[in-house]
């Protein structure tokens, strides 16, 4: 509450979990610290596609890294276990993400 609101409401590090795509200018990813300002408790960052260790020779198998940092002070180690479980089945199902929380049918 020491902060103007104006200050907060710009401020992309005033939230939950703050995610970057370096791949789109064709950088690797890295990882981003978690700052001492702000809310942000979990930095994601995708990097560009590299080949996939297990790809077969000359196949075009490829996977974006993923660089997270997270800041232990905001949560416990089972918390953050069931982050990534969410998570993981968002990236292999992203669709359910348009659903409503409730499960309730969206008013057409």
Do not use: Q, W
Not at 13 to 42: D, K, P, R
Not at 73 to 83: C, K, P, Q, V
Request: net charge positive; proline share 7%; with cysteine.
């Amino acid at each position: 509450g020491l902060l103007p609101r104006r200050i907060i409401d710009l401020s992309p590090f005033h939230t939950s979990l703050f995610i970057t795509n370096l791949a789109s200018i064709n950088t690797s990813y890295i990882f981003h610290h978690c700052y001492e300002f702000g809310t942000t408790g979990v930095f994601i960052c995708m990097g560009k596609p590299v080949p996939k260790p297990s790809a077969e020779p000359g196949s075009r198998g490829r996977h974006m890294p993923l660089g997270v940092v997270m800041d232990e002070r905001i949560a416990t180690g089972i918390e953050y276990s069931r982050f990534f479980a969410a998570f993981e089945r968002y990236l292999k199902r992203p669709e359910v993400l348009e659903g409503r929380l409730d499960g309730k049918a969206a008013a057409v």
